[in-house]
């Protein structure tokens, strides 16, 4: 592929904020993949929108590992957004550590919207929203991988509150396909069992 091509390819992968001349890629680009966020200012403004749409219910953590996991950012670089905005009141950190844009900075949501890739806004705050749910799937239902010698066993448990609706045991060879057996279930313990109870009714017919 020529130089040319290469060329053309990045650009297509450019929003139109991103071809402006005024704009300055100056945010290191370590894992973040083509069409993330390339500049140190529009980093700022992702974290912004995303705690004005998530007020009260994000923290910097879920903030930084959803950019890093959905490679629009760099992890050093949504860190250090998050803490330079801290710092200059921009957003402030409440004591259970989730964030919230102050009063002031609540007028400029709209003008945060027209700077940024809608496809960039709507990928930033699904990210969130997977890492939050399964935040809350760890707290509300248990897994535990049990060590017998040459093989695991993954227990798996859908709570409602005091009540295990299902306990699923599941053998694994090796301690990586048990963590992802876990992982796995954690990101929807409720779609687990909702296709696991409709298998079980379609076998009657």
């Not at 903030?63 to 490679?71: F, M, P, Q, V």
């Not at 299902?166 to 053998?171: G, R």
Request: proline letters at 1%; hydrophobic letters at 40%.
């Amino acid at each position: 592929m020529s130089i040319n091509e290469n060329k053309e390819k990045e650009l297509e992968a450019m929003s139109e904020n991103e071809l402006d001349s005024r704009l300055h890629f100056d945010a290191f680009m370590g894992g973040v993949k083509a069409g993330g966020l390339r500049s140190v200012s529009s980093i700022h403004l992702m974290v912004c929108y995303i705690i004005a749409n998530l007020s009260g219910k994000v923290t910097a953590d879920v903030i930084s590992n959803a950019l890093t996991e959905g490679e629009l950012a760099n992890y050093f670089e949504v860190n250090n957004a998050i803490a330079k905005l801290i710092k200059n009141g921009t957003i402030k950190e409440n004591k259970d550590k989730t964030l919230e844009l102050s009063s002031d900075s609540n007028a400029e949501v709209e003008l945060i919207e027209k700077d940024l890739p809608y496809t960039v806004r709507v990928i930033g705050i699904e990210l969130c929203q997977k890492i939050i749910a399964k935040e809350q799937f760890r707290k509300e239902n248990k897994t535990e991988i049990i060590d017998n010698g040459d093989y695991y066993t993954v227990e798996l448990h859908v709570t409602g509150g005091s009540t295990d609706f299902m306990k699923l045991s599941l053998f694994a060879p090796t301690m990586e396909q048990a963590e992802m057996i876990k992982e796995k279930f954690l990101t929807n313990p409720a779609k687990v069992y909702e296709n696991l109870i409709s298998s079980i009714f379609e076998n009657e017919e």
